[in-house]
């Protein structure tokens, strides 16, 4: 298994972002009926979670990126990394002519 750090996509802390650095992708849907914003991502094994709002689901992702990492073998508890990650937005809507 490749580990994040070897790939660009962990920072080990103190560590400077570079430009070509990878960056974790997420993917984030209203879901209407629900009422929540829902998120998942290829770049983490498992990560599926949602909330109301979209900076409770920020919140959720930070707590849960490292831990799924950890989980997965994808890095190790003691590297101590910032972990970059993007969250990629959809919602549909329709606009009502008068």
């Given at each position: ?91 549909d809507s329709v606009a009502?002519?008068?």
């Amino acid at each position: 298994m490749v580990s994040l750090l070897a790939t660009g996509l962990i920072v080990p802390n103190g560590g400077e972002r570079m430009k070509d650095e990878k960056v974790i992708q997420v993917h984030a849907v209203w879901d209407d009926a629900a009422g929540v914003w829902v998120a998942t991502s290829d770049d983490v094994p498992g990560l599926v979670t949602e909330a109301e709002t979209a900076e409770g689901l920020e919140v959720k992702l930070r707590a849960m990126i490292p831990e799924l990492l950890i989980e997965n073998g994808l890095i190790d508890e003691s590297e101590h990394a910032s972990i970059p990650f993007h969250i990629s937005a959809e919602r549909d809507s329709v606009a009502n002519a008068c």
